[in-house]
């Protein structure tokens, strides 16, 4: 069954940095989109970075075009999203998720492989 794994995240003060990353157990990721989203209590997921591997075309969300980076690993298993100038309201679950056919979207009932989540935290 085809999986992916989040590590990363943590801790930070406002201004800092963070790593976040996904990993395929058991395939890898050409041929697919490679999205992260983000989820306080009481919203809905939103979508924060998009990838395809096979082209490196990337997508940012408005609030943190600029300042996140997202990318693949030469492994093509692996997606990172480096998270720079983190603000408070960068807070959140931040999860990995993988849509088929190699086109990103924002809409999460297209992505059907979802990591379990890791935490971000960003407070002085």
């Known amino acids: 069954q085809a999986q992916v794994v989040e590590s990363g995240g943590g801790s930070v003060q406002p201004g800092g940095s963070l790593r976040v990353s996904c990993a395929a157990a058991?395939?890898?990721?050409?041929?697919?989109?490679i999205a992260w989203f983000r989820q306080t209590p009481g919203k809905e997921r939103e979508g924060v970075s998009c990838?395809?591997?096979?082209?490196?075309?990337?997508n940012y969300g408005d609030s943190v075009r600029g300042r996140f980076t997202i990318s693949g690993d030469n492994d093509r298993r692996t997606v990172h999203l480096q998270m720079n100038g983190l603000k408070p309201e960068d807070t959140a679950v931040y999860y990995c998720?993988?849509?088929?056919?190699?086109?990103?979207?924002?809409?999460?009932?297209?992505?059907?492989?979802w990591g379990q989540g890791t935490q971000v935290t960003v407070s002085s």
């Open positions: 058991g395939f890898t990721l050409d041929d697919y989109a």
């Open positions: 990838i395809t591997i096979y082209d490196e075309t990337t």
């Open positions: 998720a993988v849509k088929p056919y190699a086109r990103c979207s924002w809409d999460v009932r297209e992505f059907l492989v």
